[in-house]
Every structure is written in structure tokens, then in C-alpha cells.
């Protein structure tokens, strides 16, 4: 800006000088030729007067080197020349000041020598007898003026520019000083020009709205990093060269990387065909995805392309974990295999042995004995569609009623209705502990309780004993059911809670189990929002406790 003002100043300053110096060099050539010819005129009229009266012998008698007398004769023969032989020169009819003066008395002319650095002056006055009497004289042209002007117009030239650049330099410095001291920050607080008002108040209202602009986009960036970063879906955002912009710590954490990763290349942080397969579909679909292992876990990865105007602008990736639907979807299968399963070898007994005795092929002797199995085989089916039902109930999340439930009023429960099944183990039954009251569903506690003293009894060792321990804290009950049975090796442990999974197939076929007990027992506890856990060895018993909150 100084630069501008500078040359500004200058370029205005030598202009005008040169203006100037045209102007005065024009109004002073004007002005003395105009005295130059009125002296003309005054010095032929008076020669002029003194020719009619002296006649020739006047001019002959005057003698000058700056003035030209031409004595013309009314045909235009040259009577008189002070500065030329009248026998040579040719006739003056038509000059144009001649002719002037001959039509209207006086006349007058300039006319431009050959160097155009000289013209000369003509004045022509007609005489009382006709004849014309004429006077000239050299006069300088402005060219010729100027060209002898152009040192000292030089010398004033460029004294005129040394001082229009310092006298510019510090203009412009004081000029740009107080702008380069302007704190655009606080616009309104600058004490300086008027001029520059209604500028400060723009910049003021400007820095006003891109303030509320800045609080608003951190608004919102707060806003979509809270959502982010609560997130258990992983979320990338990349641009168009595939750089990431944003990452929540779920994709932080999946791709095992750190924040430092803004701005580095996403095939450096996840480098697997597949990702790099999808990126590229996605990049000329605008939509890719597909299912990955990672870290132990199942992943859905859906990529979309973000576009704007037909401009494509970046990358979305959304990471969902869906190992519990891909559990889901297999106990699925494996559970409608196993309740084929199970309920297919039942139903082919009793079929089989009501063909029997229908066909008359079983003795009247051993009829009771098929009646008994086809009883013993329909009331396992019982149980088992029994069982199903209440994990479907637990699965679909049935509302059922609350109520102040008694553990240990149900242990007693549960004591009573096994007591035959204890006896024919020849298996002790105790049941010790506080009264352990929380608010539950009775029915599922049942199930919990009754299930787990039945495996007790059923896996246990004759002359064994099964003890029930109930504790009650002021933030919790733990119900406690150990055995002295056959136990469960450690590999087991995270499976018996599994739906039809037993440990030993054969035994549980002999006890008569339906392999769904410990897993409506851990739905029932989960239902409570309790804790089970279990601590168990193989031929040394089994110990299961289960917390409830209060």
C-alpha cells in the first residue's frame, strides 16, 4: 500500500509539473506574440504614413536587420525591398496578405519555415495609391522555444521529482502508519480517520457474526463429537483422497489406532483386501459393504460415498458388531437342530411301542412296561416344550409380574418337590441362610432354584449331599448351591449355560435331562439383572452362586 501511495503521489506531482510547464510555456509564447505582432502593426502604420508622404526615398533612408519592408505596386511588381534585389524577386499578387490588404486595406499572415524552429510574421497595409506596403520579421516557433528551455526544464524537472518522491515517502509513510497500527481485533477502539468509520464498524459486525458462526460450528462440533464418541457403532470420515478427518474412539479402538491418526491415509491404518476391495466399490457405486473378523468379533462395514453437486467429497464408515446377532442367528439353528433332535427320539419310542402293542406283537405280560415308557417318553416331551416356552418367554422379554419374593420360602419349595428324586439318589438335601427377600418374579426364582438343586442331585454321587446357602446383604442376596457330584472340568465351564449342552451326553440321557435347565436358569438370572458364577472340578464337586441386586 505504501508502494501505491508513493507512486501515486509522484506520478500526480511530475504531472502536474509537467502540466504547468506546458501551460506557462503556452500562455507566455501566446502572450508575447500577440505584443510581438501589435508592435508590428504600430511600427508599419508609422512607416506607412511616412512613405505617403516622404515616398520611396523614406524607405530607402531606414535601415534595419530585424524588420523586412516589401513595397508592392498594386499588380503585385515589387516597387521595394529592404533585403532583396527588386529586379529578381517574382510577383507578390499572391500572398495571401497581398491580397488582404489590397480587398480590405490591412492584412496579415504567418507562414512556417522549413526547420519548423522558425516562422515569420507578415502585416500588409494597402496606401492611399493603391499600392501595398508590407512588413516582416522572424519570430521563434514554441519548439524552438522549448528545446532551448530543455536544460533548465530539465535541471526544475528533476529537482521537482527528487523533492515530489520525498515529500511522497513521507506522506505515504504517515498515511499508512496509523493503518498499520489499526488493531483489527477491536475494530471500534481505533482513533483514526474518519474516513475509515464506516469500515471499522464492517469489520466490527463481521468479526460480530463470524464469532456467533464460531460458536455455532463448535456447537455443532461438540454436539457430533458427543454423539460419536458414544458410540458403539466405529465411525470414519475420510475425504476424497482417503485421508481420515474424523474417527470415534469405537474405530479407534477397532483399528488400533490413535488420535495422532487425523490425517494420514486409512489403508495405512487398516490394510486388509477386503477394506480395500469395499473402498473401491464404494468409490464408483457410491455404496459398498461386507462382513469381517476383527479382533476376535464379527463386523458389519457399510461404506458410503459422499457426493455434492456431482462432486465427490469424501468417505463414510460405519462399523456395526454384530457377533451377538451372528451367535444369535447360530444358537438359532443349533437350537431348532437340537429341539428336532430331541423331540424326534422320544416321539419315535412312543410311536414305535404304540405300533407294537397296537399290531398285538407285545405279550399282555409286558404291556405295563411299554404303557411306562411311552409315559416316561411323553412326560420328557412335557418338560422339554415346557422348558422352550419359558426360554422363549425370557427371550422375547415378556413382561411379567414383581413381587417381594422369599429365597429361602422358595428353596423349602423346591426341597419338597425333590425330596423322592434326593431319596432314590440317596442325596442330602440342606438348605441354611437368611430369608434372602428381593423383588423378582417367583416363577423364574423357582426355575433358577429348582433347576440348579436338580442338577445337583442328578449329577451327584450316591451318599452325596447338595447344600443351599442364602445370604443376605443390605445391597445384595447371593444364593449359593453346592454338591459333592461328579463336576465339571474347567474347557466346560463357558458352556454348560448353553442351550441341549452336556458335558457327558450319555449320563445325561440316563438322568433324563433335557440339556436346558442351567440355560433357563442363566436367562431367569439375567431377567433379575443378577450375576451367576460358577467354580467347579472334575469328580470334586460343583459350587454355583448367584447375586442379586437389592
Known amino acids: 500500500m505504501t508502494s501505491k501511495i508513493f507512486k501515486s503521489i509522484l506520478s500526480v506531482a511530475v504531472a502536474v509539473l509537467v502540466a504547468s510547464l506546458i501551460i506557462i510555456t503556452g500562455v507566455l509564447y501566446q502572450y508575447f506574440s500577440n505584443v510581438q505582432e501589435a508592435r508590428l502593426k504600430d511600427e508599419l502604420n508609422l512607416v506607412a504614413s511616412a512613405t505617403e508622404q516622404l515616398g520611396g526615398s523614406y524607405l530607402e533612408g531606414l535601415k534595419s536587420s530585424r524588420y523586412r519592408l516589401t513595397w508592392v505596386d498594386s499588380d503585385g511588381t515589387v516597387i521595394y525591398d529592404s533585403h532583396a534585389d527588386v529586379a529578381v524577386m517574382e510577383n507578390h499578387a499572391d500572398r495571401e496578405e497581398i491580397q488582404e490588404a489590397l480587398v480590405s486595406g490591412t492584412g496579415s499572415s504567418i507562414r512556417q519555415s ?142 488400533n489406532t490413535g488420535v495422532d491418526c487425523i490425517g494420514e491415509d486409512f489403508l495405512n491404518s487398516e490394510r486388509k483386501k477386503d477394506m480395500r476391495m469395499a473402498l473401491k466399490e464404494a468409490e464408483e457405486c457410491g455404496h459398498a459393504n461386507f462382513r469381517m473378523k476383527k479382533n476376535g468379533k464379527e463386523y458389519q462395514f457399510d461404506l458410503s460415498r459422499i457426493d455434492s453437486e456431482g462432486i465427490t467429497h469424501g468417505m463414510v464408515i460405519l462399523a ?89 420360602s422358595l428353596a423349602e419349595e423346591v426341597r419338597e418337590t425333590l425330596t423322592d428324586a434326593a431319596e432314590h439318589k440317596n442325596v442330602s438335601l440342606e438348605i441354611n441362610g437368611d430369608t434372602g427377600t428381593i423383588k423378582g418374579v417367583r416363577r423364574l426364582l423357582y426355575e433358577v432354584i429348582y433347576n440348579l438343586c436338580d442338577n445337583a442331585i442328578k449329577y451327584n454321587n450316591p451318599g452325596g449331599r447338595v447344600k443351599v446357602l442364602i445370604e443376605q446383604k443390605p445391597e445384595s442376596v447371593t444364593l449359593c448351591v453346592e454338591d459333592t457330584g461328579i463336576g465339571i472340568s474347567p474347557e466346560h465351564h463357558d458352556k454348560v449355560f448353553e442351550r441341549f449342552y452336556r458335558v457327558d451326553k ?45
Open 320 to 408: 456395526f458388531d454384530i457377533t451377538e446377532q451372528v451367535n444369535a442367528e447360530r444358537n438359532r439353528r443349533e437350537f431348532t437342530a437340537n429341539v428336532s433332535h430331541e423331540l424326534k427320539t422320544p416321539l419315535q419310542s412312543i410311536i414305535g411301542s404304540a405300533e407294537l402293542m397296537e399290531n398285538g406283537i407285545v405279550r399282555p405280560e409286558d404291556v405295563p412296561q411299554f404303557v411306562k415308557r411311552i409315559h416316561k417318553d411323553a412326560s420328557g416331551l412335557v418338560t422339554l416344550i415346557d422348558d422352550i416356552i419359558r426360554l422363549s418367554e425370557l427371550d422375547e422379554g415378556m413382561e411379567m409380574l414383581y413381587e417381594d419374593v422369599s429365597l429361602r
Open 506 to 550: 450319555s449320563h445325561s440321557k440316563q438322568s433324563g435331562g433335557t440339556g436346558l435347565g442351567l440355560s433357563i436358569v442363566k436367562h431367569a438370572v439375567q431377567y433379575h439383572y443378577g450375576k451367576i458364577t460358577m467354580e467347579s472340578e472334575r469328580n470334586k464337586g460343583t459350587k454355583i452362586s448367584v447375586v442379586f441386586d437389592v
Open 114 to 255: 522549413s526547420t519548423l524552429m522558425q516562422q515569420t510574421i507578415y502585416e500588409a497595409v494597402r496606401l492611399k495609391d493603391g499600392s501595398v506596403l508590407r512588413i516582416s520579421v522572424g519570430h521563434a516557433t514554441a519548439l524552438f522555444l522549448v528545446r532551448g528551455m530543455l536544460q533548465p526544464i530539465g535541471i526544475v524537472l528533476i529537482i521537482a521529482i527528487i523533492l515530489s518522491a520525498w515529500l511522497a515517502h513521507r506522506m505515504a509513510k504517515r498515511v499508512v502508519e496509523p493503518l498499520n497500527g489499526l488493531n483489527l481485533e477491536e475494530p471500534l477502539e481505533n482513533d483514526v480517520y474518519d474516513e475509515l468509520s464506516p469500515l471499522l464498524h464492517r469489520i466490527h459486525a463481521q468479526h460480530l457474526q463470524i464469532k456467533r458462526q464460531m460458536r455455532m460450528l463448535q456447537h455443532k462440533q461438540d454436539e457430533f463429537n458427543q454423539i460419536t464418541d458414544n458410540m458403539k457403532e466405529a465411525l470414519v470420515l475420510l475425504d476424497n483422497a482417503g485421508r481420515i478427518i474424523s474417527i470415534n474412539p469405537a474405530a479407534r479402538t477397532l483399528f
